[in-house]
């Protein structure tokens, strides 16, 4: 009976969520990524024409949103990345997991990844985590 209510538990924590890319037209450069969009809405085109400007914008994240976007690989889970950027930049664990939600959040608004699954952590983890 605990394993049930465990799994429905696991099913609305953030931390477990599985974020994978969906925005596929991107580059990434000495660990920068850059983002491109294209402006193919028939207003968007006009726009473009009208002032001379190409219809593809680039969009650079800096370098922690670069460190995320390339560690968001559809198998790593928030609290999994957010373990990996708290190591790389020396933030606390609570920071790096608020900083990580607040940004996944944006990318999901925008429609630039979504999250694919609920994934589990694993037992070793769990219980690191219940001690801190």
Excluded: C
Aim: proline letters at 2%.
């Amino acid at each position: 009976m605990k394993k049930n209510s465990a799994e429905k538990n696991d099913k609305y924590n953030f931390l477990l969520y599985v974020p994978e890319i969906k925005h596929t037209d991107f580059s990434e450069s000495d660990g920068i990524v850059t983002l491109y969009f294209k402006h193919d809405k028939p207003i968007e085109k006009f726009t473009s024409w009208l002032v001379k400007k190409s219809n593809i914008s680039d969009l650079a994240l800096d370098e922690q949103g670069s460190a995320v976007w390339l560690l968001m690989n559809g198998e790593r889970n928030i609290y999994e990345i957010a373990m990996e950027m708290s190591k790389k930049f020396g933030d606390t664990k609570e920071v790096a997991i608020e900083k990580l939600i607040t940004y996944s959040t944006y990318l999901s608004r925008k429609g630039w990844i979504h999250f694919k699954e609920v994934k589990a952590l694993d037992p070793k983890e769990e219980s690191n985590k219940e001690m801190n």
